[in-house]
């Protein structure tokens, strides 16, 4: 009875600059070497391997002669070819590194951004755990009506057509994007196009487009300082250089900006509701804003994660609602607003650059996923997400009344909080008895030891001025949940801080 061959499971490449017979020849002596290829097992015969390659038998001889060359394979008359019997145990693995020498010094592993990225975070991995308390950006998870969520997913995916299950448009969902604009013309008040809407997967994202668009490689970029760190990652991802300029009790100023790099032609900003110090730009700063923009040909990204979300006074109206000249992109998120697994937000581009940036993304494969974007376009049109924002509104007032009332007590000469008229969050600062001991990121680290999720203020400084403080996300937070959770910061503060006489 003949002895079964092996299958080999060989793959080549023909649009490779190897040769077939080398590719043929390093696969094999790697399936022997890892023993993938048992010593002694019989090979399939030249016609039968040119045969499943499709490609010429004299390729297979060629590598053929080359491995019984090598001594990788035997070749016996009458049994034809098989992988050698004899090999040293020591070439029977594939090589490894050597170890290194504990006397000697560590490798790098990673880049030096990398590593500073890290420092600069000082937050313990709670993916898939849930804090106790005051995550930063997170909804309250009772809240967002998941049951009505899995009906429009299911009613969109039972049947859907090939123009949402196919080839979608690079910009997202054509009913979501139309969704996206009935929605901002109504509760923020510009109007705008679906087809100038963008569907992204994230802030970050919406920020690289737009700098990519409007700006070359090296150009200068304002953005906000303290800011959001995606900002400054996101002009990084788009090589563009970010120049932070520091905010005052008004927001964003343009002539201090001016003085920084005058030759900026971009500028990111919050005006709604800045993040983390919950400023809102004045009127005044706002018209600086938009006249420079017109008088230089200059672009502004308007982020506003949550400018729904205000509750006292009537908010101003958005940078776009005021734009004349059509240099103002808008930029919005559903993560926030609903569950961060929803991964989607967009941005509202200018007109003029709405062309443009379809052609640019037709050729690229970063783009939102599709799963949930029918289901959120029904969500809109319906009008559950107004309903959603009318509820969690109340909700989040609420809570942030709670949070201030139950951290008096507890928190009293150790972190001082005060009222934000919007937002999902609030800045505990240090107390000027152990300002000059407190370091942010060490309770950060500490606090989430602890099962209590805070941010370091000083993280959303990228120069060397920095001023620490704890952000404290209350939306997410009930207010049974509060009490515990300051009491376990009060510890950790107390803990890691020296109280000046």
């Known amino acids: 009875m003949p002895r079964p061959t092996a299958p080999l499971g060989l793959a080549l490449d023909s649009t490779s600059n190897v040769p077939l017979h080398r590719q043929i020849g390093e696969q094999i002596r790697r399936a022997i070497l890892e023993r993938r290829l048992a010593?002694?097992?019989?090979?399939?015969?030249?016609?039968?391997?040119?045969?499943?390659?499709?490609?010429?038998?004299?390729?297979?001889?060629?590598?053929m002669d080359q491995l019984v060359a090598e001594g990788y394979v035997v070749a016996q008359a009458g049994s034809g070819l098989s992988a050698a019997a004899n090999l040293p145990d020591e070439m029977l693995v594939w090589p490894k590194v050597a170890p290194r020498n504990p006397s000697s010094p560590a490798a790098p592993v990673l880049s030096r951004?990398?590593?500073?990225?890290?420092?600069?975070?000082?937050?313990?991995?709670?993916?898939?755990?849930?804090?106790?308390?005051?995550?930063?950006?997170?909804?309250?998870?009772?809240?967002?009506?998941?049951?009505?969520?899995?009906?429009?997913?299911?009613?969109?995916?039972?049947?859907?057509?090939?123009?949402?299950?196919?080839?979608?448009?690079?910009?997202?969902?054509?009913?979501l994007r139309d969704a996206i604009a009935a929605y901002l013309g109504m509760a923020r008040?510009?109007?705008?196009?679906?087809?100038?809407?963008?569907?992204?997967?994230?802030?970050?994202?919406?920020?690289?487009?737009?700098?990519?668009?409007?700006?070359?490689?090296?150009?200068?970029?304002?953005?906000?300082?303290?800011?959001?760190v995606g900002t400054r990652e996101a002009m990084a991802m788009a090589e563009v250089e970010a120049v932070p300029v520091p905010i005052d009790e008004h927001g964003f100023a343009v002539a201090a900006a001016l003085k920084r790099a005058p030759k900026a032609r971009l500028a990111v900003v919050a005006p709604s509701h800045q993040f983390p110090l919950g400023t809102v730009l004045s009127l005044q700063r706002r018209l600086e804003l938009l006249?420079?923009?017109?008088?230089?040909?200059?672009?502004?990204a308007?982020?506003?994660?949550?400018?729904?979300?205000?509750?006292a006074?009537?908010?101003?109206?958005?940078?776009?609602?005021?734009?004349?000249?059509?240099?103002?992109?808008?930029?919005?998120?559903?993560?926030?607003?609903?569950?961060?697994?929803?991964?989607?937000?967009?941005?509202?581009?200018?007109?003029?650059?709405?062309?443009?940036?379809?052609?640019?993304?037709?050729?690229?494969?970063?783009?939102?996923?599709?799963?949930?974007?029918?289901?959120?376009?029904?969500?809109?049109a319906d009008g559950h997400l107004a309903a959603h924002l009318r509820r969690t509104r109340l909700l989040y007032a609420r809570r942030q009344e709670a949070l201030l009332a139950a951290a008096e007590r507890p928190l009293k000469g150790l972190l001082e909080m005060s009222p934000d008229l919007g937002g999902m969050h609030v800045i505990a600062r240090p107390a000027p008895a152990i300002a000059a001991?407190?370091?942010?990121?060490?309770?950060?680290?500490?606090?989430?030891?602890?099962?209590?999720?805070?941010?370091?203020?000083?993280?959303?400084?990228?120069?060397?001025?920095?001023?620490?403080?704890?952000?404290?996300?209350?939306?997410?937070?009930?207010?049974?949940?509060?009490?515990?959770a300051l009491e376990t910061l009060r510890s950790v503060v107390q803990a890691k801080v020296r109280v000046r006489a």
């Open 437 to 484: 001991t407190f370091d942010d990121h060490e309770v950060t680290a500490a606090a989430a030891r602890h099962g209590v999720s805070v941010s370091p203020l000083s993280a959303c400084y990228s120069g060397r001025t920095k001023r620490h403080g704890l952000i404290l996300g209350y939306a997410g937070t009930p207010e049974a949940d509060m009490p515990h």
């Open 302 to 311: 308007e982020d506003d994660f949550d400018g729904e979300y205000r509750y």
């Open 189 to 228: 008040g510009f109007g705008c196009e679906g087809g100038a809407v963008v569907v992204t997967s994230g802030m970050r994202q919406s920020l690289a487009l737009f700098a990519r668009l409007t700006l070359d490689a090296g150009q200068q970029a304002w953005i906000e300082e303290p800011g959001f």
């Open 113 to 175: 951004r990398t590593t500073a990225a890290l420092a600069s975070q000082a937050i313990e991995d709670t993916f898939g755990s849930s804090p106790i308390a005051f995550p930063t950006g997170q909804p309250d998870r009772a809240a967002f009506p998941f049951a009505l969520w899995a009906k429009l997913l299911e009613r969109e995916w039972r049947k859907p057509s090939w123009a949402i299950a196919g080839a979608l448009h690079p910009f997202g969902h054509a009913g």
């Open 291 to 300: 006249s420079w923009a017109e008088r230089t040909g200059s672009w502004i």
């Open 313 to 380: 006074g009537r908010p101003l109206a958005p940078l776009r609602a005021l734009d004349r000249a059509d240099r103002v992109a808008y930029l919005g998120s559903f993560s926030k607003l609903l569950f961060p697994a929803l991964r989607l937000s967009y941005i509202v581009l200018p007109t003029a650059l709405a062309r443009a940036a379809e052609r640019i993304m037709t050729g690229t494969s970063a783009r939102a996923s599709l799963l949930g974007q029918g289901a959120l376009a029904r969500f809109i």
């Open 39 to 63: 010593p002694g097992l019989k090979l399939p015969s030249s016609r039968q391997m040119a045969a499943e390659l499709r490609c010429a038998r004299g390729t297979i001889l060629q590598a």
